[in-house]
Nanobody
């Protein structure tokens, strides 16, 4: 089992930066593929980024490439999402997610992830 708690959301102006963190607990964190998803009002939850157990492999959705960076610190059991050059369309609730420990591939579909945090709101004003 993995428990996830996000933090770092809030309000920022367009063009600004924000860093989200996800604190994980559970024995298998270091083996889990981790990801960030987001859900805007009236829209489906969408994939943002994923990272493998070592941090050596990452995946991003096209709309955030070059602006967002995912990273992890297995010693601290945390995953972070550094968001730069934020746009109003980045406004959403951001969720941290984890795959089961025996699943090593990065995936973009939410149903591939077994564990979820409660989400943190990110609002980008124009």
């Amino acid at each position: 089992q993995v428990q996830l708690v996000e933090s770092g959301g809030g309000l920022v102006q367009a063009g600004g930066s924000m860093r989200l963190s996800c604190a994980a607990s559970g024995r298998t964190f270091n083996s889990n593929v981790m990801a960030w998803f987001r859900q805007a009002p009236g829209k489906e939850r969408e994939f943002v980024s994923a990272i493998n157990w070592s941090g050596g492999s990452t995946l991003y959705t096209d709309s955030v490439k070059g602006r967002f960076t995912i990273s992890r610190d297995n010693a601290k059991n945390t995953v972070s999402l550094q968001m730069n050059s934020l746009k109003p369309e980045d406004t959403a609730v951001y969720y941290c997610a984890a795959r089961d420990a025996n699943l090593v591939y990065l995936r973009q579909h939410q149903y591939e992830y077994a564990y979820w945090g409660q989400g943190t709101q990110v609002t980008v004003s124009s």
